[in-house]
């Protein structure tokens, strides 16, 4: 079955780095888009970065020029490096892959969810 799996969260303070990993299984990873949502308390799941099969690359712009998404075909994983955290990145980290042509930072545009990783940054 279909399985995504992050890691990479943590307690971090203001302008640090933490980089999340996504590894996929199940399906032919290279034939789908992946992104990064994100869902903090009592407020509706986002879109952080999305990368296509292609390799093109899209981002919220909130997180532009901090964060990079970025994939390894070869290891079925998928990548958020995230620099210079504030306070409002706070949240749970959700990977995602998506079947569909177009390359979305809306998470109904997405199949299958993994189960999330907490990234919490302290001031």
């Known amino acids: 079955q279909v399985q995504l799996v992050e890691s990479g969260g943590g307690s971090v303070q203001t302008g640090g780095s933490l980089r999340l990993s996504c590894v996929a299984s199940g399906y032919t990873y290279n034939n789908y888009h992946m992104g990064w949502f994100r869902q903090a308390p009592g407020k509706e799941r986002e879109g952080v970065a999305a990368?296509?099969?292609?390799?093109?690359?899209i981002y919220a712009d909130s997180v532009k020029g901090r964060f990079t998404i970025s994939q390894d075909n070869a290891k079925n994983t998928l990548y958020l490096q995230m620099n210079s955290l504030k306070p409002e990145d706070t949240a749970m980290y959700y990977c995602?892959?998506?079947?569909?042509?177009?390359?979305?930072?809306?998470?109904?545009?997405?199949?299958?969810w993994g189960q999330g990783t907490q990234v919490t940054v302290s001031s």
């Open positions: 990368i296509a099969t292609y390799g093109t690359t």
């Open positions: 995602a892959a998506a079947s569909g042509r177009w390359l979305l930072l809306r998470p109904g545009g997405y199949n299958y």
